[in-house]
């Protein structure tokens, strides 16, 4: 009857449900003793002015009258007293105990084959023992464990297993055993982990649909993202403590942040990592394509060369045949296989006919190697085919070791007309120019003086050139050749001038070129090392790091497997001075970091000026890059980046164009897409958004393009869900159609390295406090882990004066005062 009064009041069930533990308290007990002590004082005034003016009415009415006045003032102390009930509950928190479970697509590879110690302790804990006492099969030994030989039977079944099968024997065995208890003293919580990350509930879920999703075809095994999966756990436990994560797994991530990072390994908050490997150390029979080193765009009749990079296991010593295909080009080269090692192949054939080229790379199928595997052995990418030679002008300060090997590069590149226009501002100060003069003679040795003059050149670049030589008149012709004709531009720093000594008032124009505001001090070096004081080797010199957008940025696409590609450059050496960068400028695109010890600032970024692109590399090492590889990357970079800003020919004039990079990309992975829309009229659009449709696989939804800040320009990035060819289409404003294609091709990242990496594992088990657990001592986890509940008093309050009945009592003792009064004809 109480609980059903108090929920008619509002108060919350879980409060009326539990009366014996619940407290009747108040807000302001003062008021309280005011109403209790003061209801009869103020009843007796009441009744002896009531008897003084209307003493004709009959005693038990003016009693009646006395009552409504004296219960409305005791209500309303009660009510500024504030009655409030409160429900003291002691609750345990227990620690989170995550476990992932991969079942990504490599799960699916074989666990085995096994040895005899580890088929002992598979067979413990999936209890598969069971099965062999009712075949009569399994022995005892005499501590009551099962350590004779494994019966033929069950070494041959649990040989046979998945990684997958092995990962659910292990749940159907344990998950009213070991989880069981280990749920006493932990919160005890599950993830599947594909491409996404799903937390399941493996008391209702059929373990045979761990791996069965229904996402209309997002393909969710394609990957595997052991990071994100860790990360959500801990923001899924924020607020409580986490004991430990149990990873079942091969231990291959493909996709999202690296496991190590995402477990705050080197924090203060680092999550312990127990690895369970889902399989043997034997990988299965395979030689595997990994890697593709080729450029991606290359003029016509330009010899390419391909790097392919190849990777095998159970297959040493024997001979593979690599084969390219391109039109009707073909390569091919032969390579003894080396276990285990990543062993590159060079391969070439010429570029034919302008345009799209695939290229197709194949390794050939070997006996013995398991069938399950043979997709990774081939690849396809695209190659596009320029037409004419690009103009090339380099404006230098003087010969350092930048200029000198781009100097090199530029001069071997078939699609760079010969010979490439350098103007050295040493050289003219070498023939004794004086320093004002500097501009005119620069002019007079061939450097463009106007507009018309810089617009004859497909790209423009500028080293540690001094603002002498760019006189504010030649700085506005380079602005307007950018912003009006197009012409591509870069941007090199340098220790000496540039951006430096370009000052806001005299050197406005170079600087509204610029995609970063320079900082004050227009230079940075590490620990305030200076070229003429303290030797490097003492400071903590400076990293690059690639953002999500420079990992798909055409100057950087050296290799096909975007994080193999990403590691590399992250891996170039360091350097020890930059330009001082505070931010990128809006509407820019960040490319890389500078990270060192005053944080990250901006390094390599790149912005639209009207038609024009700038891209501006704010250092000036990066032929370091060669170092141990030879011109690879440095090329590679540089000749990628040339190609990207240039004028295309496509895009001039005023009309409105669309275009992505890269043109092919692997399912999930980001294509950065570029609109440049204009009016009826030709003049540039200054919409906030506007939205491409696209074509392909699944029926995606239009992209919303965001302004970059520059008119006309839009930008967004996006992830081609699929495998197969997305048109993406825009209409403009008169009524032109805009198409370009986007290829997702199948990465078959979770085939590329059939192993279990045990040794990535047992890493991230080291550096985050866990430690790698076999199979069969996967019993012992409730030993090694750490942390018990804690009891935490639960308090729960709710009002119960705020609520309909006190507005009822009020309104029905005003009432009951007014009536009487009017029956008896009292005003």
Not at 810 to 819: E, N, R
């Amino acid at each position: 009857m109480t609980e059903t009064f108090l929920n008619l009041i509002g108060v919350t069930d879980e409060i009326s449900g539990q009366l014996d533990d619940v407290v009747l308290l108040w807000a302001r007990p003062v008021f309280l003793w005011i109403g209790l002590i003061g209801v009869l004082p103020v009843a007796a005034l009441v009744w002896l002015r009531q008897a003084h003016s209307i003493g004709h009415v009959r005693a038990l009415l003016r009693g009646i009258l006395t009552g409504c006045r004296a219960a409305v003032f005791l209500l309303l102390m009660i009510v500024l007293a504030g009655p409030y009930v409160r429900l003291e509950q002691p609750t345990e928190h227990k620690p989170v105990l995550a476990v992932l479970l991969d079942v990504s697509a490599s799960m699916d590879l074989p666990a085995g084959p096994f040895t005899t110690e580890e088929l002992r302790g598979i067979v413990r804990i999936t209890q598969m023992h069971r099965e062999g006492e009712a075949g009569g099969e399994a022995a005892e030994g005499g501590d009551g464990q099962r350590d004779a030989a494994v019966p033929p039977r069950l070494r041959r079944q649990v040989n046979n297993w998945s990684r997958l099968r092995l990962m659910q024997g292990v749940l159907a065995a344990q998950r009213e055993g070991m989880f069981k208890e280990l749920s006493e003293r932990f919160d005890v919580r599950f993830y599947r982990v594909g491409r996404g990350v799903e937390r399941v509930d493996i008391g209702r879920i059929s373990l045979d649909a761990l791996a069965r999703f229904d996402d209309d075809g997002d393909a969710p095994r394609d990957d595997t993202a052991l990071g994100d999966a860790i990360a959500r756990v801990r923001q899924d436990a924020v607020g409580r403590g986490i004991a430990g994560v149990v990873m079942l797994t091969d231990g291959r991530w493909t996709i999202g942040p690296e496991p190590l990072r995402a477990a705050g390994a080197g924090t203060s908050t680092v999550t312990p990592i127990w690895p369970v490997p889902m399989g043997s150390d034997t990988p299965p029979p395979d030689v595997a394509l990994v890697d593709l080193l080729m450029p991606t765009r290359v003029p016509r009749g330009e010899v390419v060369s391909v790097i392919a990079s190849v990777v095998s296991y159970g297959l040493d010593g024997q001979r593979a045949t690599v084969k390219l295909e391109a039109g009707e080009e073909t390569d091919e080269a032969e390579v003894v296989l080396q276990e285990g090692r990543r062993q590159e192949v060079s391969l070439s054939f010429t570029a034919g006919e302008p345009g799209i080229e695939l290229v197709r790379i194949e390794v050939e199928e070997l006996t013995g190697e398991d069938p399950r595997l043979r997709a990774n052995n081939r690849k396809t990418r695209t190659l596009h085919v320029e037409t004419d030679r690009l103009e090339v002008l380099l404006i230098e300060g003087y010969p350092r070791w930048d200029y000198r090997f781009l100097d090199y590069t530029l001069r071997r590149d078939r699609g760079i007309e010969q010979p490439v226009k350098v103007i050295m501002q040493s050289e003219l100060m070498g023939r004794g120019v004086k320093a004002e003069d500097l501009a005119d003679a620069a002019v007079e040795a061939g450097m463009p003086g106007d507009v018309e003059a810089f617009a004859e050149y497909d790209v423009v670049i500028l080293g540690d050139v001094s603002p002498l030589l760019l006189a504010p008149n030649v700085q506005s012709a380079i602005l307007e050749a950018v912003e009006e004709k197009g012409v591509g531009l870069i941007i090199q720093g340098g220790f000496k001038s540039m951006p430096h000594l370009y000052r806001p008032d005299a050197d406005a124009d170079l600087l509204r070129l610029l995609p970063v505001e320079p900082g004050e001090a227009g230079q940075r070096r590490p620990d305030a090392y200076v070229r003429t004081g303290i030797e490097p080797q003492d400071h903590a010199p400076f990293e690059m790091r690639l953002t999500a957008d420079g990992a798909i940025h055409p100057a950087f696409q050296a290799y096909t497997d975007p994080m193999h590609n990403r590691r590399v450059w992250d891996r170039m050496p360091p350097f020890y001075w930059a330009v001082a960068a505070e931010r990128t400028k809006p509407g820019a695109t960040l490319l890389a970091e500078l990270r060192g010890s005053e944080g990250d600032l901006p390094l390599i970024a790149e912005q639209f000026v009207g038609r024009g692109r700038v891209l501006m590399v704010g250092f000036d090492s990066t032929f370091t890059w060669r170092r141990n590889i030879g011109n690879v990357l440095f090329d590679r970079f540089w000749q990628q980046a040339i190609r990207h800003v240039a004028r295309d020919p496509q895009r001039s004039g005023e009309r409105s164009w669309i275009a992505v990079y890269p043109p092919e990309v692997e399912p999930g992975r980001p294509a950065a897409i570029e609109l440049f829309a204009v009016d009826d009229e030709g003049r540039p659009l200054r919409d906030d958004r506007l939205e491409v449709s696209v074509r392909g696989p699944g029926s995606p939804s239009p992209i919303t393009m965001t302004a970059t800040g520059e008119p006309g320009h839009f930008r967004a990035l996006w992830q081609p869900p699929r495998q197969g060819v997305y048109r993406l289409r825009y209409r403009d404003a008169a009524g032109r159609d805009l198409a370009t294609d986007l290829r997702a091709s199948d990465a078959d990242r979770e085939m590329r390295n059939p192993t279990v990496d045990r040794t990535g594992m047992a890493l991230l088990a080291d550096r985050t406090g866990g430690r790698l657990l076999e199979p069969g001592r996967l019993h012992r986890l409730g030993d090694l882990l750490e942390g018990d509940a804690v009891r935490v008093d639960r308090s729960m309050e709710d009002e119960i004066w705020d609520n309909w009945l006190t507005l009822l009592l009020l309104v029905g003792l005003y009432c009951l005062d007014v009536g009487v009064r009017r029956a008896m004809g009292l005003t």
